[in-house]
């Protein structure tokens, strides 16, 4: 068997003495490993990075063998990001996420296109909500996207402030109030009030995480996932 994909580079573990097992998430064949021959040599190094945009080609036996990876480097969105190590482990967060939760060899080329499209946004000031709202999709896309439009409870959509965190549907202040220490926080840029900013980019980490291990991982987020998250905090923690 033999396929030619888009792929982007997930992780890759060394494999023998010189070579490696790439994991990619491909546009047409999702979630897919694959033998790279040579792959820890200098010349292969910077293709392997997580977050590096590649042309494959999968060659195998048999479906469901590892195979072998010849790949091409499109675009190392990585190297972009080596001053600013913040940026760089929200790269690290979303591949390490779709690592761990996305079923293998199940197509969502809607999430290959978003990803693309969040590593294209991580240059610009609005990157930290970009990233949360990428995590939003990430839920929606594998069946448990979050409904806030509108109150649980009275329907309205207007003065939204909580998220149930069994059903992950918006509640209002009002409604919400007399259970607002069972309730996440809702932030402002969520609900369509404002553009963010740390302190809600803070909150909107911590209700994604919920969500995130409640329904996909079923367990504790991917260490990466865990770094941006105890570095953001850091970085809010060290504003004026």
């Not at 003495?17 to 790439?22: F, H, L, P, Y």
């Not at 969520?190 to 980019?201: D, F, H, I, N, Q």
Request: charged content about 20%.
């Amino acid at each position: 068997m033999e396929w030619s994909d888009q792929g982007i580079v997930l992780s890759a573990r060394p494999h023998g003495e010189g070579s490696a097992v790439a994991t990619l998430l491909t546009r047409e064949h999702g979630r897919h490993g694959g033998l790279v021959m040579g792959g820890r040599s200098s010349r292969q190094r910077g293709t392997l990075e997580p977050g590096t945009l590649v042309a494959a080609r999968w060659r195998g036996r048999l479906a469901e063998h590892l195979g072998t990876f010849t790949l091409e480097p499109v675009k190392g969105y990585s190297a972009a990001w080596l001053d600013d190590p913040l940026v760089l482990a929200a790269l690290a967060s979303a591949c390490a996420l779709v690592e761990a939760a996305l079923p293998e060899h199940e197509p969502h080329p809607a999430l290959f296109d978003g990803m693309l499209a969040l590593f294209g946004l991580l240059d610009t000031p609005a990157w930290a909500e970009a990233y949360v709202r990428w995590e939003l999709g990430l839920l929606a896309e594998l069946g448990f996207g979050l409904d806030l439009d509108r109150c649980a409870v009275t329907g309205a959509n207007d003065y939204l402030a909580y998220v149930s965190p069994r059903t992950g549907r918006a509640v209002s202040a009002v409604a919400g109030e007399p259970y607002r220490d069972r309730l996440l926080p809702l932030p402002d840029f969520l609900a369509g009030r404002g553009g963010g900013g740390p302190l809600e980019v803070e909150r909107g980490l911590r209700l994604t995480a919920h969500f995130l291990e409640r329904h996909l991982l079923n367990g504790p987020l991917p260490p990466a996932r865990t770094r941006l998250r105890d570095r953001y905090a850091h970085a809010v923690a060290r504003l004026p």
